[in-house]
């Protein structure tokens, strides 16, 4: 099985994917024309990102291509549908960056009161100031407002408390018994975390229901000179919106995430919050931690060797829920060379689309059962056609 790098990961990947018998190819810089043409080039069945995007163009490259894997949480830099339709697997890593994100939160959250990025520019540049960066209100018995109580957003909350910090959240899946282990404050909306907390900062994943969250009326909502950080997606915030809370309310913002983020590694860069002086940018780093890479390229490993084993998918995200399967047929038949393969052409015949399968063998493997999902229209000859083939034993049929 070969498998493509096209991003810079921990030099322990090599050496786990190798040492399982993979066949490795090392091209950390690709993007663009380059990512589609070694796609084109080395036919690989794994390909493993990080930040680089892979667009349908590079899905179609490989034929060969079978698992997408993302080192990282999020995967929307990767055209899932485009996958999915070509029957190629995408999988990523959550969980391993959680503590490298929340120390970068919190360090934009001492940073936004201390005024830290002014007051080390300045310091080189020969300029003292002091009158202006000894004014900080300081974080302890202040409120961070969390929206997103993952894993990322639970070592935030560890993190703050620690700073003696209250905490008010929202997250989707956050209950009260879950709001009282953490001892937090929930609340039932991220407008409502907004106008509680001195400082939002978000930990929700991309997703359509999550686009544009942090809009006018949550800004609208947010303390006059409140603290806003965003480190996981730049989908999620619209940016004009915040553009003018911090010219009407002076909010102030820490983003390691921002619309049109260059896909290269190295370049001159150009964004329009980035000469705002209420803003501070970042370099999309927050899973930059050796701890972190460490723990990703484990798992990326993880699920590499793991399919080329056993053809499972660890983390898998682009699986279907619920097939569309409207019936079920269950076929008892003697193990027998053959069987399921009539049984399969009598449903081609009768127009069923099969959804999904599983034959299980009983013990000393004399009969089986195979448990079908499909979807068409039930014809009951067709059925009765089934039962009477060679080997089977029993045929049952249900609605879904």
């Not at 029957?87 to 940073?111: D, Q, R, T, W, Y």
Request: proline share 3%; charged share 20%.
């Amino acid at each position: 099985m070969r498998v493509l790098l096209a991003d810079k990961l921990s030099d322990q990947v090599l050496s786990l994917l190798t040492g399982a018998g993979l066949t490795v190819i090392n091209e950390p810089k690709l993007s663009g024309e380059a990512l589609t043409a070694a796609l084109a080039q080395h036919a690989p069945h794994v390909l493993v990102v990080r930040s680089t995007k892979v667009l349908a163009a590079d899905i179609a490259a490989s034929s060969a291509l079978e698992l997408i894997v993302r080192a990282g949480a999020g995967y929307d830099t990767i055209d899932v549908e485009a996958a999915s339709a070509a029957g190629v697997f995408v999988a990523n890593c959550p969980g391993k960056n959680a503590v490298a994100v929340a120390e970068l939160a919190i360090g934009m959250l001492l940073s936004l009161d201390r005024l830290l990025p002014d007051n080390v520019m300045d310091a080189r540049q020969g300029v003292w100031n002091k009158n202006r960066y000894s004014k900080a209100a300081g974080l302890k018995g202040r409120t961070l407002g969390v929206i997103g109580v993952g894993n990322i957003g639970a070592e935030v909350i560890v993190r703050a408390q620690a700073l003696d910090m209250h905490i008010v959240a929202w997250s989707r899946s956050l209950t009260d018994e879950r709001a009282r282990e953490l001892g937090i404050l929930r609340v039932d909306s991220p407008i409502e975390v907004a106008a509680q907390a001195d400082a939002v900062t978000l930990h929700v994943a991309a997703a359509p229901d999550t686009h544009k969250l942090a809009n006018a009326a949550f800004f609208g909502a947010m303390k006059p000179g409140a603290f806003f950080i965003n480190t996981t997606r730049a989908s999620v915030v619209d940016e004009e919106a915040l553009s003018s809370a911090i010219r009407d309310k002076g909010i102030r913002a820490f983003l390691d995430v921002f619309s049109d983020e260059p896909s290269f590694k190295e370049g001159a860069f150009s964004h329009a919050l980035a000469d705002n002086p209420s803003v501070y940018l970042s370099h999309h780093i927050g899973a930059s931690t050796a701890e972190a890479q460490e723990a990703i390229a484990e798992e990326a490993a993880r699920i590499i060797t793991g399919y080329a084993a056993s053809g499972e998918v660890h983390n898998c995200v682009n699986l279907a829920v619920q097939s569309p399967a409207t019936h079920q047929l269950t076929v008892r038949h003697q193990d027998r060379v053959g069987v399921l393969a009539t049984v399969l052409d009598a449903m081609r015949s009768a127009g069923w689309n099969i959804q999904e399968m599983e034959n299980v063998i009983f013990d000393g493997a004399k009969a089986a059962c195979a448990y079908i999902r499909f979807d068409g229209n039930v014809d009951t000859p067709v059925v009765d056609r089934i039962s009477e083939l060679e080997h089977v034993l029993a045929v049952s049929l249900i609605d879904l």
